[in-house]
């Protein structure tokens, strides 16, 4: 499983969609790829167009975004205590917490954001 950050998210279905052509590969090999809660809010609170909004629903439905929930909750709050500067990364360090309890890789754009959490794998752009 792979769970997307919210970085990947803009970059694939926003205005340009860079990334588009990479998520499309991803999904195409079959690989089952969420949204954490977290992205969603992160996703819907910035400006978006009616066709972001629908290609994002279209390829992955608000019903299925990954939880975070209580057992999510308690592995963000030991992250935040383990990490050498946890303030301001809070939605980070709960965003790596769903993928750590989903035992699944995060992609993101902004690796340095969590390259120091420990647990979280990493997928890098271009891998599959």
Known sequence: MILLDTSLLIEALGAGGTLAPAL?????????????????????????IPEELHAQQVLFPL???????????????R??????????REIDLAIAACAISWDASLW???????????????MRVGEG
């Open 24 to 48: 499309r590969g991803v999904l195409a090999e079959g690989e089952r790829v969420c949204l954490p809660t977290l992205v969603v809010y992160e996703w819907l609170r910035g400006p978006r």
């Open 79 to 88: 992250l935040y205590g383990e990490v050498a500067k946890p303030r301001g």
């Open 63 to 77: 019903e299925d975004a990954v939880p975070f929930g209580p057992p999510e909750a308690a592995l963000a709050a």
């Open 108 to 122: 993101t754009l902004n690796e340095r954001d969590f390259d120091d959490i420990p647990g979280v794998k990493l």
